[in-house]
């Protein structure tokens, strides 16, 4: 069982950055491929990115490649999400998911754990 809390969301305006973290409890987390999704009204939830266990192995979506960076601290239990250059359309809720899949997939239904959700809004 793995519970995952994010949190380094807020307002920024388009340009800035802000790195969002995701902290998982229990012995587990380095057994997990983790990744990051986003929701924004309207919408479906959509893959972001991707990290596998030992997180030598990150995996971007097209929209974000170049802007945000992924990464994990397996001795913190902790995922990040660096985001840079950040743009209007990134405004979503933001979650971190865990997967028992061998690695992060894109595809919503191979997760099994959930955080809550942060919520990122970029002003133009």
């Known amino acids: 069982q793995v519970q995952l809390v994010e949190s380094g969301g807020g307002l920024v305006q388009a340009g800035g950055s802000l790195r969002l973290s995701c902290a998982a409890s229990?012995?587990?987390?380095?057994?997990?491929?983790m990744a990051w999704f986003r929701q924004a009204p309207g919408k479906e939830r959509e893959f972001v990115a991707g990290?596998?266990?030992?997180?030598?192995?990150?995996y971007y979506a097209d929209s974000v490649k170049g802007r945000f960076t992924i990464s994990r601290d397996n001795a913190k239990n902790t995922v990040y999400l660096q985001m840079n250059s950040l743009k209007p359309e990134d405004t979503a809720v933001y979650s971190c998911?865990?997967?028992?899949?061998?690695?992060?997939?894109?595809?919503?239904?191979?997760?099994?754990?959930w955080g809550q959700g942060t919520q990122v809004t970029v002003s133009s």
């Open positions: 998911a865990a997967t028992n899949v061998l690695v992060a997939t894109p595809t919503l239904r191979d997760y099994g754990y």
């Open positions: 229990g012995r587990t987390f380095s057994y997990h491929a």
């Open positions: 990290i596998s266990r030992s997180g030598g192995s990150t």
